[in-house]
């Protein structure tokens, strides 16, 4: 029987990635449906249903489709919020004052951390891999970026267990498909090591059984 929620799009794709780990971390069954996007299947008129900017990835259950990889990771909170992981957008007793401490994160790993990580992350892992060169300018100009918003972090997880106090969130999840393509798959991965706090919040948080997961479907060849 198929899993009632689907997920299109490649799991080396960092935005799947991040609503992969959202599910798994939910505990809510799911299947990947591939887009091959070197085909341009994110561009037919059947995925441009689901997603209008042909973008990945897109996200369908028995109820809605969403797409943009935080918004679906909000609904998947919302919507199962009896399954898994209870606690990814705050505790209830909380309320809004908890759900903002996990949001103000988000938006800042949307709006500072995500332009300059996955500028960084597409000209050393994704170009080579598409044969393209890399562009050391680009990766100069935004590991200038990024630098300023990970000095910003260390000082935080100094102080903090978490990006949102001391559990585990949603605020750090975002974070981590861009995080884990720096550190694995590029020469820049002391950006995050070589910072202690940033160094321990990644050891804690890549270790945790949904990340594993993801890794292991991304390391799952693809059908020719």
Not at 32 to 60: C, I, N, R, W, Y
Request: contains cysteine.
């Amino acid at each position: 029987m198929a899993a009632p929620v689907t997920v299109y799009g490649p799991m080396i794709s960092p935005a799947v990635a991040r609503v992969a780990a959202c599910l798994l971390e939910k505990d809510v069954p799911f299947q990947v449906e591939p887009v091959d996007m070197s085909k341009g299947e994110h561009k037919s008129p059947s995925f441009l249903k689901l997603q209008p900017f042909g973008q990945v990835p897109a996200f369908k259950d028995s109820l809605t489709t969403v797409f943009e990889s935080r918004a679906i990771c909000r609904y998947i909170c919302d919507q199962y919020a009896d399954s898994g992981n209870k606690t990814l957008m705050g505790r209830k007793e909380d309320g809004a004052v908890g759900r903002a401490a996990i949001e103000k994160w988000i938006e800042a790993e949307g709006q500072s951390f995500n332009p300059p990580s996955l500028a960084m992350a597409f000209q050393l892992a994704f170009a080579p891999f598409m044969g393209r060169a890399t562009d050391m300018a680009v990766v100069e100009q935004n590991e200038a970026k990024l630098v300023k918003v990970l000095d910003v972090y260390e000082q935080w997880l100094g102080e903090n267990q978490y990006f949102a106090g001391d559990e585990f969130s949603l605020a750090d999840l975002v974070h981590m498909p861009n995080t884990d393509l720096l550190v694995r798959k590029t020469n820049k991965a002391g950006l995050f090591t070589e910072r202690k706090n940033l160094a321990r919040w990644w050891d804690e948080v890549s270790a945790r059984p949904s990340w594993k997961k993801v890794v292991e479907l991304q390391n799952v060849p693809r059908p020719s």
